[in-house]
């Protein structure tokens, strides 16, 4: 062997982007496209936020918040959404601990709770809009509706993102897919627990002040 290949040094081996099997890790692509999407999502509710912020006071002469928000029911449905929270906090608890039926039951009562949820903001909308208070009514009105109705959209979507999970951990158990999609729609819950306090803050508390 020639001298100067004795001394050549060897090339640097190439970035490895597989494990020792050959097989890839989706998890990592997949968390960070969900948060990619929840960003997106963030800003989606920023803008409605910002539009409310510049017509919530645009009552066209009608009435205003003060006039319409019940406190009390809207203080009873924020409690019934945080305590899905807690509920798929216990979830994935027993996903963690691969117990198969606990994390079906929470899954469950997270989604009972969730529909409950969205019975309250059905029946406040249906009450509103009796009054003659519906999103024509105002500028103000408009915005309210735009703003909890996509908030609701997005609870009845999570909702069926479960049922479906929930037949998927039930017919091929806690699998690795199953983990992974778990992770992604505790996210999503969470986030709209988070947007949700926001517009409870933002929209109902502030709404009632002259």
């Not at 963690?96 to 606990?102: D, E, K």
Request: aromatic share 14%.
């Amino acid at each position: 062997m020639p001298a100067a290949d004795q001394h050549e040094r060897p090339e640097a081996p190439a970035p490895v982007f597989f494990d020792t099997q050959g097989l890839h890790h989706p998890q990592s692509g997949t968390l960070l496209g969900f948060w990619m999407y929840l960003m997106s999502d963030l800003l989606v509710f920023a803008s409605l936020f910002a539009v409310y912020g510049v017509l919530g006071r645009s009552y066209a002469a009608g009435p205003s918040g003060a006039d319409l928000f019940n406190l009390t029911l809207v203080a009873i449905n924020t409690a019934i959404l945080l305590a899905s929270s807690l509920t798929f906090g216990l979830a994935m608890i027993a996903m963690q601990y691969r117990r198969q039926r606990a994390l079906l039951g929470w899954l469950a009562v997270t989604g009972v709770l969730g529909a409950a949820f969205l019975g309250v903001e059905i029946y406040e909308f249906h009450h509103l809009i009796s009054l003659g208070a519906g999103p024509q009514r105002s500028a103000f009105l408009s915005a309210f509706f735009a703003l909890v109705g996509t908030h609701g959209l997005h609870v009845l979507f999570g909702i069926v993102w479960l049922v479906t999970l929930m037949a998927q951990v039930a017919r091929h158990g806690i699998t690795d897919a199953n983990r992974r999609r778990l992770l992604c729609l505790s996210m999503f819950w969470h986030f709209l627990d988070v947007v949700w306090i926001a517009v409870f803050t933002f929209v109902y508390l502030m709404g009632v002040l002259p």
